[in-house]
Structures are given as structure tokens and as C-alpha cells.
């Protein structure tokens, strides 16, 4: 899993699970350095407006970011909210998942938010589909 990928699925992750495979990670005796201590701040959200693709500032959004250093390698985190803890635990996942030392707990922890988001998907799809006006060409 690339990197991109894999910090996108932390952000998105339940903090229960992040904080209990961040502990897993830990239990297998690196001790990491916490390089940003989890700082809650805004981020501007930008969109791109779907007609003339340009894009615009929608606002901004509260979010939390982190970054450790563990067994020699760096992991960053940034989700959205004030979940400092989680920040954190993401930090750590990542960095344990750039090592090995997770066993490969970190992929399989985003593969299963890849799934929970692919059935979100098809579930609002599925809501939707009954307002969708076709048209006929003569």
C-alpha cells in the first residue's frame, strides 16, 4: 500500500482501533519519539467546482496532525477533528507499518476501512438510484 493511501485510511479510521494497534505496535518494544506532539489547528479545504473545473476555498476544518519517528523511520499522521490520541496512534501505525514491525496489521486496518467506505458508498448509491431521472433520445 502506498503511502498516500495508507495515511488517507488512518485519517479515516475509528480512533478505538487506531489507539489499540498503535499499543500492538508498541508492545513489540520499539519506543518511538514523538517528533510534533499531536497540535490541533484548521486547514483550508479546497474543492473544484465540477462545470468549469476551477477551484475555490470552500473553508476551513479542524484537524490534528502528528509525526514520530520509530525504529528509524517517520510517521505522520493528519485527521480531521481534535482526536489527539488518535493522531498519534495513526503517527505510530504508520511509522510501525514503514518498518514491519506491525506485521502487516497496518494494511490490513486500512483494508478494512477501504471496505467499510466502498459499502457506505454503495449504500448512499443504492438510496439515490430511485431519483435518477434518465431521458430518452428520439
Partial sequence: ??????????A???SAELIDLADDCLAAGAEPAVLVRPQVGCVPVQVREPVRQER??????LACRAEVELAGQRGWSLRLGDDRPAALAAAIVDAAAR?????????????????RREAADREEWAELAPTIVEFEEL
Fill in 56 to 61: 475555490f476555498l470552500l473553508g476551513d476544518a
Fill in 1 to 10: 500500500m502506498n503511502t498516500e493511501l495508507r495515511a488517507e485510511l488512518l
Fill in 99 to 115: 518498518t514491519g514491525l506491525d506485521g502487516g496489521a497496518a494494511d490490513r486496518l486500512c483494508q478494512d476501512v477501504l471496505a
Fill in 12 to 14: 479515516e479510521a475509528e
